[in-house]
């Protein structure tokens, strides 16, 4: 069971859902093994990330169930209690630790509770430009997206927190942020010098690129009083492996997902 009281910690903290889009948990794990991830090696534990499984094999899907409180589940069998949950009879997931909302989605559950709900879109579904892109970013008071921000544009990920930080200086109380981190998804071989074609080693490589990028946002968050972060992918994608390419299929390196959360004291 985590060590984390949501009771506790709504109200108190900013919260903080980080989603690495289409992020692998071997290639998660493998960075951490290799020092590769500096900045996020401050906040995982020893033995680096936890492998979970996704609710969903795409990031529409699994982003309604994050939304919902169904986090990605620990990969071992159980029912593991819910940080989050929605009221609805026959629930087995919830606990004391838990909070819930009488509220159909925990994001105005949070608005309920005072929170200012900001959506920072990465990939396609958060994108505002369709009706189907705007579906998830409507459920939070302010949602922001551009092609800055996008899977295509090197430097998505410092836009993205660029923008954060912005909201952020314009909010004085409480917040939950909600950043869709787009880098790792294809395409992603402008990361790795001289590749031709998205592969494992640009997908890696693009998520050495985040850890530093994101750096900057956890310094703001220490600044504003302290959070409580998510940080985890919704799925992972497959490049060959039984010769699969993509995700929105039922392989383990789509439903195996890296996962970490943490609490960022605010700075005296």
């Not at 979970?52 to 169930?65: E, I, K, L, N, Q």
């Not at 909070?99 to 989605?105: A, E, M, N």
């Not at 994001?107 to 994108?127: D, E, H, K, M, Q």
């Not at 310094?219 to 919704?234: E, M, P, S, W």
Request: glycine share 10%; with cysteine; net charge neutral.
């Amino acid at each position: 069971m985590s060590q984390f009281n949501m009771n506790q910690l709504v109200g108190r903290y900013d919260i903080v859902l980080i989603t690495l889009d289409t992020l692998r948990f071997d290639a998660a794990q493998q960075l951490f093994a290799a020092g590769r991830l500096p900045n996020l090696s401050r906040y995982l534990p020893a033995s680096g990330w936890a492998r979970r499984h996704s609710p969903g094999s795409f990031t529409y899907a699994a982003h309604h169930a994050f939304f919902a409180g169904f986090l990605p589940t620990p990969a071992k069998p159980g029912r593991h209690p819910r940080h989050f949950a929605v009221a609805f009879p026959g629930s087995e997931t919830t606990a004391s630790t838990t909070c819930v909302f009488d509220t159909p989605d925990i994001v105005s559950g949070l608005a309920g509770r005072g929170y200012r709900t900001i959506c920072v879109g990465g990939v396609g579904f958060f994108n505002l430009s369709s009706p189907l892109g705007k579906v998830l970013p409507a459920l939070f008071q302010v949602s922001e997206w551009c092609p800055e921000f996008g899977v295509t544009h090197p430097n998505s990920t410092a836009n993205q927190v660029a923008c954060a930080q912005r909201h952020l200086a314009d909010c004085p109380g409480r917040a939950f942020l909600f950043i869709n981190v787009s880098a790792m998804h294809q395409p992603n071989r402008h990361y790795l010098p001289g590749c031709t074609d998205d592969c494992l080693d640009s997908h890696m490589a693009a998520m050495a690129y985040v850890d530093g990028a994101l750096a900057p946002l956890f310094d703001t968050l220490a600044k504003r009083g302290g959070a409580f972060v998510i940080l985890c992918a919704d799925h992972g994608t497959a490049y060959g492996e039984d010769g699969f390419d993509g995700h929105r299929i039922g392989h383990p390196v789509v439903w195996d997902v890296p996962y970490a959360e943490f609490l960022i004291q605010g700075q005296s």
